[in-house]
C-alpha cells in the first residue's frame, strides 16, 4: 500500500508565496520521478513541475522562474516553493510519483490534490 499525502495549500494573495509538500509512505523500494501537476476547473490536469531521483528539473513555461521543485535527501517528500503568485495559478495542485513497490512493480500514484487559491 503507497500514499502520497499533500499539504500546505491554501489563500494567499497576489504576488504571495506558498509552499505545497507531498510525502509517499508504504511499501517502497525507490521511487523515480516526482512531480506536480494542476487542474483548472473544466480542464485536463497539466504538469507544473517534475524532479528526477537525479535531480533533474523541468518545468511549465508559465512557473519558470516563479516556482522551484525540490526534494529531500531521503527522497521520499517533494516540495513546490511558488513565488510571486498570480490569479491564473489558482487550481488544485496534484501530486505524481512513478514508484517502484515490493515485487519490482513500478507504476504512477497521484496525492489527493490540495487547493491553491491566489486572490486579494
Known amino acids: 500500500q503507497v500514499q502520497l499525502v499533500e499539504s500546505g495549500g491554501g489563500l494567499v494573495q497576489p504576488g504571495g508565496s506558498l509552499r505545497v509538500s507531498c510525502a509517499a509512505s508504504?511499501?517502497?523500494?525507490?521511487?523515480?520521478?516526482m512531480g506536480w501537476y494542476r487542474q483548472f476547473p473544466g480542464k485536463q490536469r497539466e504538469l507544473v513541475a517534475a524532479?528526477?531521483?537525479?535531480?533533474?528539473?523541468n518545468y511549465a513555461d508559465s512557473v519558470k522562474g516563479r516556482f522551484t521543485i525540490s526534494r529531500d535527501n531521503a527522497k521520499t517528500t517533494v516540495y513546490l516553493q511558488m513565488n510571486s503568485l498570480k490569479p491564473e495559478d489558482t487550481a488544485v495542485y496534484y501530486c505524481?510519483?512513478?514508484?517502484?513497490?515490493?515485487?519490482?512493480?513500478?507504476?504512477?500514484?497521484w496525492g489527493q490534490g490540495t487547493q491553491v487559491t491566489v486572490s486579494s
Open positions: 508504504g511499501s517502497i523500494l525507490s521511487i523515480n520521478a
Open positions: 524532479i528526477t531521483s537525479g535531480g533533474s528539473t
Open positions: 505524481n510519483a512513478e514508484i517502484i513497490t515490493t515485487g519490482w512493480v513500478v507504476r504512477d500514484y
